[in-house]
């Protein structure tokens, strides 16, 4: 391994394999399952474990990785090769995991670039993508953290879920959000606006919210060619037919690229329980 090596996390939605043929490295956040301390992963913590505590109303909560060990990784990263490291990771309104990067970026003898991507999920792993297409292009680490930065701003993150009390147990709205939707029966809709979650429209059913979240992703894409991810918890056969009906829209936006389809990672599913779907629209780079 040599010359600049991108890193993420695990929130960022790569597939393994295509983090492997990309050279990604991927660094795990924890979910806290009882007393039981997972990282994220096939092998750990996966949406299934996750989505079957939370139905079981078992403890469920999330760790970032912490300073030391994100050290670590940008240190072995040094000792295999790499010149410079362009750090690409979850939104640092909804995680810990861009200060932690921050901080151990001070203390290797590697040049670390952190970018925090405003963003969660697929939005952040297009982001880490578009630097390694960049550095696969020749471009500098600081092209590919630029590159990084601007596919997360051009992305649009859109979700629903059956209830709000998992994000507002995790902190990420405020309880009287959470009441409300509640209190209506409804199925909100919701964005990543600014690195937080935000508050977009409420529908009355689960139909209502997939029709509208594809209405809207269409909008997303405008005439631009994009990538598509569609995501879900528990919740398979909406997210596919979301996908479906998005493949048919989008068909000259995707360019003969087929969109992704797949549960949502642990650490994200703990905070939006089953039942969630949700689709990233990612405006590609000219």
Known sequence: MSGTVIVTDSTASIPPELAAARGIVVVPLQVVIGAQVLDEGADGATPDVVAQALADFVPVSTSRPN???MAEVYERLAR???DEIV????????????????????????PVTCVDSRQVGAATGYAALSAADTVDAGGSASEAAQAARERAASATSLFYVDTLEYLRRGGRIGAAAAILGGALSVKPLLSITDGKVANLERVRTGARALARLEDLAVEAAGEEPVDVYVAHLANAERAEQLASKLADRLVDNLEGREIWCGELGAVLGAHVGPGMVAVCVAPRLG
């Open 67 to 69: 300073p030391a060990s």
């Open 80 to 82: 295999e090769g790499a």
């Open 87 to 110: 750090s690409v990771h979850i939104s640092g309104d909804m995680s810990g995991t861009f200060e932690s990067a921050q901080l151990a970026s001070a203390q290797v003898s590697v």
